[in-house]
């Protein structure tokens, strides 16, 4: 699938369980963050490599922020474009922003922003991006894509 | 909090939260297994000490089965009644009822068996449970107690 | 994608999440459950329909039964196929098997059946299912598939 | 448990489940937003009392953001304080610190906001809040609370 003119690492397309739809009908606020989860993967996958450790690598998320626009339901057809807002020694920013199918075209349904952590586990503090993320990302370009 | 006069460890009371109500307004039927979860390691708890590791552990799950009778529903006070039905040398059959006050008196929501299967990691296999989970166990008695 | 040479309703792709794997570092063993509901959808919506109203519909899971064989992985490629054993006036039985690929073949990881009640809300008591429920299980034919 | 001088609704409690535990061995990020959705529940069913239907009452999540300090364990004991920061004609602010028990004394784990929208879902638009909730709100009081 190709939405948006976009690599298809940078557009997520989630599964809209039937168990994330809440007593209010509609996508619980927290499962977004799942969703987002499952965006980073999907956008670092092709960047670092496939057998990428999640565990290992030290990527800890320090900071969420997210705007709902619009609520997500059952039957919904939902895409996640993310980007690289910026890098820096030891964090970097994700951003995302969700949309959704309404009457034929593709409505913003809520914008978010992760701040991601570089982390060394065994020394249990943060540390400097491993070269190999930093080149990854510069390689990828930051900022919000056109589409 | 003592229910149905047994030890408290045999009597989990789960928090029903918000999301573990689906669209169809109830508890969805895989978060039982949750609260069963739940049910076991408080259960287990008292008879293996606090720092028993359950990863390390390996108490693996090796089939459920359950019988849903009456929904849970989001205010409801639920409790879950646990215990062992039977050890092997490798094996065990933890049993539950789960139980809803209804109109001021508990009605059996559901009824549920689970087999825990002793597994030793590094070895990758099956292995014979630990003297003390035996001990433990036979300490504490098999089948559904009365109450 | 075609697997198994069956319809692809009869074979359903889930997704394994981040959040699917818990701290033993396998899918959890509830979040079976919420991958056979998802199952169930993909397998009765040709059968009846992208509008069928999964609430109103009143399918409600009276009984699961699970076998657990191989756990499942982050990175695990996943299908399940569903059938139907048996259709009766008020109840059906739906069955599945879990494979993942192990060193490029299908290895049967779980196996499970749900028993489905046809559960007429308003009046708040079974009813028998709807004739187009009835016709469309029986179009499909009932059985384990052959693959 | 009264924790820290403060009212119990104010000071929540949240059961840590096996399965909020990640495959990196702490709480994932996106569970902490359903604890805060249970601290919400907690935090006003004193003040709109027990039969306050979540769903009808149209107070919807429109902006959350968090800052992760310390990563939650299986074993943690938790607290997290909620308080209204400002409620508007049609919007309310509540924070919320998140606190575990670290060599015997409490450690700020986490922080968060979450903007709440007054929704009037027959309307299908932003409505002003309820007599009630305003009053609710103004007679507890805003801002931090000293502990």
Same mark, same amino acid.
């Given at each position: 699938m190709q939405d948006f003119g976009l690599p298809s690492s940078q557009v997520y397309t =989630?599964? @809209?369980?039937? /168990?994330d739809i809440d007593a209010a009908g509609i996508v619980n606020n927290a499962t977004y963050f799942n969703y987002f989860e499952q965006s980073r993967i999907s956008f670092f !996958?092709?960047?670092?490599?496939?057998?990428?450790d999640w565990n290992a690598a030290g990527m800890v998320? #320090?900071?969420? !922020?997210?705007?709902?626009?619009? =609520? @997500?339901?059952?039957? %919904?057809?939902?895409?996640? /474009?993310?980007? @690289?807002?910026h890098v820096g020694t030891k964090s970097m920013t994700a951003a995302y922003e969700v949309f959704k199918k309404k009457q034929g075209s593709w409505v913003l349904a809520a914008q978010a922003k992760t701040v991601l952590v570089s982390y060394n586990h065994s020394e249990g503090k943060p #540390?400097?991006? #491993?070269? %190999? /993320? @930093? !080149?990854?990302a510069e390689g990828f370009g930051y900022g919000r894509p056109d589409f």
């Open positions: =989630p599964e @809209i369980r039937f /168990v !996958e092709p960047l670092l490599g496939k057998k990428w998320v #320090a900071r969420h !922020e997210i705007d709902y626009r619009v =609520p @997500i339901l059952f039957n %919904d057809d939902v895409r996640i /474009v993310t980007w @690289i807002e #540390a400097p991006w #491993a070269a %190999d /993320v @930093i !080149e990854a």
